[in-house]
Every structure is written in C-alpha cells, then in structure tokens.
C-alpha cells in the first residue's frame, strides 16, 4: 500500500517521495538506494575477500541470474502493457512495448545462452566463431563487434530515460501527456545513472583489468532492475476503470488509489520459478560458462 507522504522534510525528499507515489513509498527510498548500497557491498568483497566479490559477479552466480530474471521479466511486463496501449490507442508506443518485449526476450535467451549450460547441451558446429565457444550471438568475432554495440544501446537506453524521467516529471506538463505516463519516477534516476557512470568509469580503466570488467554485471542489474519498475509503473498507468487525476481518461498518466500490486505477483513469480530452477539444472549440467574463473 502507498504510505501518505509527512508534512514538511527536505525539499528534495519530498520531490522523491512526491513524485513516487505510483510506488510504495518505502520501495522509492529502496530503489533510490540500491545503487549505492549495492555498489559499496561489492567493493567491501572485494578489498575483504576477493573470491567472493567475483562469484557474485561471475556468470552463472547471483547477479547473472538476476540479470536473466529481470530481462525475462521486462519482457513479459511490455507484453501486458501491449494490450492496453492498443485499447487506448498510443500507437507509437504499443509499438515499441513490442520491441521491448522481444529484444528483452532475445536479451535472457542471450544471457544463458539459450538454455545450453541449463541442459548440458554440447555447442554445435557453426558457432567455431564464438570465442566462448558458447550458443550465443553476443560472443562471435566477426567484423562487426556485437558487444560494443550491446554497450552502445545499453548506454543510450539508460540516457534517454533519464531524460525522459527528468522531462516527464518536472516539465509543467498536462495531467493526459503521454509523456508523463511513461516517465519513470524520479526515485529510479540512480539505478538508470549505473550504466553511465561505469562507462565513464571505464575511460579511466584499462579494459584489461579484470575488476573493472565484472562492475559492469551491476551496472547491468541496475539499469534492468530500474527498467523492470519503470514498465511496472507504465502498466499501471495504463489500467482502465481508475480516477484520473486530471484530464481524461484515456489520457490520464496517474490515478487516485494504490496500484494494486498484486496483479503483478503471478508473472513475478513464474519468472523467480523458471530462473530458480535454471539456475539449479545449470549447476548440474556438466557445462561452465567460457568465461567462468
């Protein structure tokens, strides 16, 4: 349930809060937070206990099956905001829920290579170019780098929302802009800033350091993890039958009363199943990651 914001505080605080209503108001401060908290625990490992700080990074181990859930995830919420986008006729961006929804879906295809460490499948001949020797697209050697490219559309996916979330949220906007329906609130701006403060992080690292390397799994997490609770946010902004605060409503970008976030605990929970038991097949199959320690 979303808690009613106190009376005074900072200003900034209450900008946060303000403006996230459409989350719990403990979630906002949680999300705003992960970054950092998570990002200091992963430096601690690494000046405590070295080992532990590339297992939680390392593919196959906590933050790459997070990495799977939540692209999974991402893709299944753009597909049931498809639906609605349709009914309430915002073309433009049903289309690009479709696009999501597929390249998220390709995205955790990629990150497990297609479920080959998960059933001990051997890689087939035609991948010889694959310098993982591993069933993915992401890990070939040709003339064109597809993993610079990965990073490059990492990087402008993050920078448009958060330009997106900056215009959305503080422009004088009318209540039905579509605009404001998609922003994400101003509490996920820290999870999306992971990816370009690693990449500007890594202009001042050499791409041979092995530390450096493994920080970008959490930039990862980060910007999914911020994307996943922006289309959350878009879903329930799209649902009929809610007051709209301001305008009408076909063009309301918020409501009166909580999101009722349990319509979203089914598919949470088929994807945390699907990942849990992945991730205990892999661990069974025989087959390690190419690039495992």
């Known amino acids: 349930m979303v808690q009613t914001l106190p009376k005074g505080g900072l200003g900034f605080a209450r900008l946060i809060e303000e403006d996230g209503q459409d989350l719990p108001r403990r979630l906002v401060w949680a999300l705003f937070w992960l970054p950092l908290v998570s990002l200091a625990g992963l430096l601690a490992a690494a000046l405590i206990f070295r080992p532990a700080f590339d297992k939680m990074l390392e593919e196959d181990f906590p933050v ?12 299944v919420l753009a597909g049931l905001c498809l639906r609605p ?8 961006l049903a289309a690009l829920l479709l ?5 998220w ?4 295809g990629e990150e497990i290579s297609w479920g080959q460490r998960v059933f001990g499948i051997a890689t087939p001949e035609g991948f010889e170019g694959n310098h993982q020797a591993e069933t993915n697209l992401h890990n070939f050697t040709t003339g064109i780098d597809p993993e610079a490219l990965f990073r490059l559309l990492q990087l402008l996916i993050s920078v448009v929302m958060i330009a997106v979330s900056l215009f959305g949220r503080l422009a004088d906007l009318r209540p039905g802009s579509l605009w404001r329906l998609v922003a994400p609130p101003l509490g996920l701006v820290p999870l999306l800033l992971a990816m370009p403060g690693y990449r500007l992080y890594r202009l001042f690292v050499p791409g041979e350091v092995n530390f450096a390397v493994r920080l970008q799994e959490w930039a990862e997490f980060c910007q999914y993890a911020g994307l996943a609770v922006a289309l959350a946010v878009v879903y329930f902004g799209l649902q009929p039958g809610a007051e709209p605060v301001g305008g009408s409503a076909r063009h309301a970008a918020r409501y009166r009363g909580d999101p009722d976030w ?14 849990l038991i992945f ?15």
């Open 64 to 75: 790459e099956w997070g990495q799977f859930a939540l692209s999974l995830f991402i893709s």
């Open 99 to 103: 696009l999501g929804a597929l390249a």
């Open 262 to 275: 349990r319509r979203l605990r089914t598919p949470a929970a088929i994807v945390l199943v699907i990942t």
């Open 105 to 108: 879906f390709f995205l955790a």
């Open 279 to 293: 991730a205990v097949m892999t661990r069974y199959s025989g087959i390690t990651a190419g690039n495992a320690l």
């Open 85 to 92: 986008a349709l009914r309430e006729r915002y073309y433009p």
